[in-house]
Structure formats: C-alpha cells, structure tokens
C-alpha cells in the first residue's frame, strides 16, 4: 500500500473512529492516563497523528497542536475541541513555524511511511528542552491484533511497520535525538472489574512480566551540545565538620563563569559554625555565604541552600571531602555540554580506600542502584552519593511539584532522583573515587536509615510505577 493509499483508507474510516474508540475505551483511557503522567497540564503540545484529537484534549495543553494528513479526521477534531488547533499536514513535510514543550506520537509509527524523514522533521519543531513521546505496539502482540480485527474487536488496518524498541532508538539517533528512558504499560487492554486494574497496575509493571505488555513508550531529547559558561552555586550542608570546612574551599578548583560557596550549618557542636565564620574572613576573593539551617537533616539543609543560590547550576558537596571537590569541574562539563541534565555521582567504579564505605553500606548501594534503575527507566549504580548537579531553573520546577511526591525525604537524595526522572531530566553519572574521611565519623545510621530509604522507594514506587 502505497502512502496516497494510507491517505485514502484513514479517509474512508474516519467517521468510524468515535464508534470504535468507545468499544475500547478502556485501552484510550490507560493511554491517557499513561501520557497524562509524563505531560503536565499547561504544557505547548504537538501531536502528530492526532486523529480525532481525544488524547491531545486530555492532556489539557496551553497550547494543543494536532496533525494528521487525513483531512476528514481533522474535521471530526475540529468539531470537537474547537480550543485546539488541528492541521491538514503531512508529518514528512511539516509546515508549523513554531516549536513545543512536548511531541507526541501515538500509535504512529506503525503506520508511517518514512519513519526517518518524520523524525527529521521533528527537529524543526523542537526547542533545547523538548520532550518527544512515542508509543507503539509490541511486535509479539501482532497475532493477537490481527485475531482482534478478524473477529471485530477492533478497527482494522492496514499492513503495519513493526519495528522493535532498538530499530526505533536508533532512527532516533540518526535524526538527532537521545533516548532518556524507555517504559512498558498496558497487559489487558480490555475492561475486566478487578483483574484489569490488577495486571495494568501491578503485573504488567513487574519485571519480565513487562516484556508482554502492549505498549512500549519511548521518551527522547533533541541532542544540542552547548558551549556557553554558567555560574555555579556550590551548596555545602555541614554538621560536626570543623576539620573539613576550610578544605572544602582550598580544594575546588576555578570553573564555570563565577563561584558561589553557600554553607548550610546544621546545629553542630563542634565549632562548625564559627569554623565557616572564619574561613569567610579568611578568604575575602571568595565569594562564602553562611546560614543556620531552621529544620533538621540534610535534606533541609540542602533545600534551604538552593533556596538562596544565585548560580545557573546548583552543586551539591558533602562536607565531609569523601567525594572530592577537585571532581566538581567534570560534573560541571558534562552539564554544560549538555551531556545530560541531572548529574549524579558514582563511587562505585574505581577502588575505594579501606574505610570509606563498610561492606554493608556498599551492598545497600548496590541494592538501591538497581530498585531506582527500575523505577525510573534510566541507569543508575549509585544513587546514595551525595554530589548532586543540575540546573537551578530544573530545580525550581521540582520544587513546585514536590507536592506530586510531598516532603517525604529527609537526606535530600530521593527527592531530587524522584523530581529530576518525574521532570523526564536525563539523568548521567560521573564516576569518582571514593576518600576516606579525614575528620569526624559518619552520621549514618546504616540500619535505622537504610530501613527508611527501603520505606522511601516502596512509597516513590507507587508514585513512579505501579500507578
């Protein structure tokens, strides 16, 4: 079937698409609800393949854009949601001088005829911070679709382009976009009471049972390496650290287009405060900032740092030096070049020195590298290092939807891991060797802590997953 034939067919279907759409309303609705969940409301959204533009409209776009080439769809969408915006247009030769937060593809791929020209055109409508959303169906389930369509179950179509997840990721690459995660929903398309919500929710999100889901969704960035320089807000949350505060200003090296220090005294009781006073006097060329955090725990403390920071890019160093500052530019390049947009420390490649992490504390490292890399789609192997970097317009945004997830993270970790794979950031990680510490003893409670960080990812678990 040539494309002037897939033209005329989605023509000659259009009026019943409303029809078949409510015979399986249950499986528009878990695709709704799905995308509803990457896309937030009042985002610029362009949809190509739109249809009758039920799934635009549920996405509650400030601006909703939908395509499709067949122009008796985009009558029945015009009709109705006459608030969006609906175009006659073939998705290889877009002709929208515009660009959009996020860009959907819904069972599209299936269907189009140069998957690589449709994917090139996409570049001309994305900015820096676009999201592109792609879903399709499982090759495995193509026998199970075809016995649907001879019995009626669903409307049928034309000769499909099963394409697997890798063919799909890499005509991304080739047309300029990084895949940042990959995800499977949907085991039962069809309305069971009960059973249904127990195999979408709980089954289908387990893993190998996921592989035989219906739908795989992609999420992908448009690459753009940058070259410009930004200031950094070093935020350093300190207690009982009175031997390390000075080193932590000795010890970082020149980046970025000017420097802030922000410690954050967390109640000590060891001179700490009055340590962080003097090394301020001691070093008038930098520019130090003090405050006494007002709650408790790191997480605190971090939060009320980057509440005052002024930089383009926020930093997270441990006062106690075990991740050294001198790796703070390579987690500043790799920002700045746009390599990724949430940075993430990793101790857990090179040799470590004998007392820097217990045997224990390695393991549950190990252990929650593997949960997070599950939960959020992207690869992590240490999620419990304290470095932490992003951009402060990134964190603004997850900090005014931390109610999504609430306050429930007193070491600050979780919450930003949460936000940043919520916020769909791509998330990297920088390996570093890890020191032993010079002064003081950890404030770590290996099993009253590790207790709560298992408490913390059962419950960001039905925030991130089994939704």
């Not at 390579?330 to 992490?357: D, H, S, T, W």
């Not at 190990?366 to 999620?383: A, N």
Request: net charge positive; aromatic share 14%; proline share 4%.
């Amino acid at each position: 079937m040539d494309k002037q034939s897939l033209q005329s067919y989605f023509d000659s279907v259009a009026t019943q698409r409303p029809k078949w759409k409510r015979r399986n309303r249950s499986y528009h609705k878990l695709l709704e609800k799905y995308f509803s969940f990457i896309v937030p409301k009042n985002a610029k959204v362009l949809e190509i393949g739109c249809g009758t533009g039920n799934l635009l409209a549920s996405l509650k776009p400030v601006r909703g854009v939908g395509v499709d080439f067949s122009s008796k769809v985009i009558e029945i969408a015009k009709s109705n949601y006459p608030d969006l915006d609906f175009l006659v247009q073939d998705a290889e030769k877009l002709e929208i001088i515009e660009t959009f937060d996020y860009i959907i593809l819904s069972d599209l791929v299936g269907s189009l005829w140069d998957v690589q020209a449709v994917f090139n055109n996409l570049q001309s409508v994305c900015h820096e911070r676009t999201r592109v959303i792609i879903s399709y169906y499982n090759y495995m389930w193509e026998p199970l679709m075809r016995l649907g369509e001879t019995f009626k179950l669903k409307l049928k179509q034309p000769l499909q382009n099963w394409l697997s997840s890798k063919d799909i990721i890499n005509i991304l690459s080739l047309t300029g976009f990084e895949t940042i995660r990959t995800d499977k929903k949907i085991m039962c398309p069809k309305y069971v009471p009960l059973f249904s919500w127990f195999v979408n929710s709980c089954v289908a999100n387990l893993p190998l049972f996921r592989y035989l889901s219906l739908i795989n969704f992609i999420i992908a960035r448009p690459i753009n390496e940058k070259s410009k320089e930004y200031s950094v807000s070093i935020i350093i949350p300190a207690r009982n650290e009175v031997g390390n505060i000075e080193n932590a200003i000795l010890q970082t090296p020149l980046f970025g287009s000017g420097q802030e220090f922000i410690y954050v005294e967390g109640n000590s009781s060891d001179g700490t405060y009055e340590e962080m006073i003097r090394v301020k006097m001691e070093y008038p060329s930098k520019n130090i900032k003090i405050i006494k955090q007002t709650g408790k725990g790191k997480g605190n403390a971090v939060r009320e740092g980057f509440d005052i920071a002024t930089g383009d890019i926020l930093f997270i160093l441990d006062a106690d030096l075990t991740t050294p500052p001198e790796y703070m530019p390579k987690f500043y390049e790799v920002l700045r070049k746009n390599k990724g947009e949430f940075i993430n420390g990793c101790r857990l490649v090179y040799p470590m020195e004998k007392q820097a992490m217990r045997f224990l504390n390695l393991i549950a490292n190990k252990f929650f590298g593997m949960l997070f890399s599950f939960l959020i789609g992207q690869r992590l192997k240490d999620t419990l290092c304290g470095t932490k970097v992003l951009f402060k317009k990134d964190y603004e945004i997850i900090k005014n939807n931390r109610d999504y997830f609430g306050d429930f993270d007193p070491f600050g970790d979780f919450d930003l891991l949460f936000g940043a794979a919520k916020l769909n950031l791509k998330i990297v990680e920088v390996n570093v060797r890890y020191k032993d510490r010079q002064y003081g003893t950890s404030q770590i409670s290996r099993f009253k802590h590790g207790w709560l960080l298992v408490r913390m990812s059962l419950f960001a678990s039905r925030k991130l997953k089994f939704f």
